[in-house]
Antibody
């Protein structure tokens, strides 16, 4: 059974650092992209970036580039999302998701098929 | 970035109704379109990928159509458990943007 299990809720102060995790199981972790999605309180889904565990190739949304770091440790089937200096505006639920692909005539179409349960990050002084 | 715009929002409907949610892309995305359902306090759940392919285990009352810039998600006969927020997402290019969401409410 495919599962993505995320680390627990965090409460931090502005300026602190944080690293949250997403552990995959039940599939070949190295062969599927992992994505990170932010959901601020009462708001919609925002695509942050993706990483390929096989070679650590990473793509960021311009909105999040330089604000967070996405990394992976394929030896333990775990992806990470990291902040060096949190702001109150980072308060949100963060989801990781596995990205599968379907082959079509002109290539492959990705889609987010399995999601973690989410990690709530609260930043408050 | 490709902008994804959903309509309507919100949407009020009754059990048994046929409902359609529309998603429009700011440029052509071929069939690189997924639909997700999210209930309060839960992670999103994949319903449809590649514009019209039903994810395994998703009830057949859900269907997707469209290509290029205009897409629809249709629920043929609303069930009580379908009241939720629905999101479209393009995966044609990064950033793989989501629509703003359509909240499906009980009339």
């Amino acid at each position: 059974e495919v599962q993505l299990v995320q680390s627990g809720a965090e409460v931090k102060k502005p300026g602190e650092s944080l690293k949250i995790s997403c552990k995959g199981s039940g599939y070949s972790f190295s062969n599927y992209w992992i994505g990170w999605v932010r959901q601020m309180p009462g708001k919609g889904l925002e695509w942050m970036g993706i990483i390929y565990p096989g070679d650590s190739d990473t793509k960021y949304s311009p909105s999040f580039q330089g604000q967070v770091t996405i990394s992976v440790d394929k030896s333990i089937s775990t992806a990470h999302l990291q902040w060096n200096s949190l702001k109150a505006s980072d308060t949100a639920m963060y989801y990781c998701a596995r990205i599968s692909e379907i082959s079509v005539l002109r290539g492959v179409i990705p889609y987010f098929d399995y999601w973690g349960q989410g990690t709530l990050v609260t930043v408050s002084s | 970035d490709i902008q994804m715009t959903q309509s309507p929002s919100p949407l009020s409907a009754s059990v048994g109704d046929r409902v359609t949610i529309t998603c429009r892309a700011s440029q052509s995305i071929s069939s690189y379109l997924s639909w997700y359902q999210q209930k309060p306090g839960k992670a999103p759940k994949l319903l449809i990928f590649a514009a019209s392919t039903l994810q395994s285990g998703v009830p057949s009352r859900f269907s997707g159509s469209g290509s290029g810039t205009d897409f629809t998600l249709t629920i043929s006969s609303l069930q009580p458990e379908d009241f939720a927020t629905y999101y479209c997402q393009q995966t044609y290019s990064t950033p793989q943007t989501f629509g703003q969401g359509t909240k499906l409410e009980i009339k």
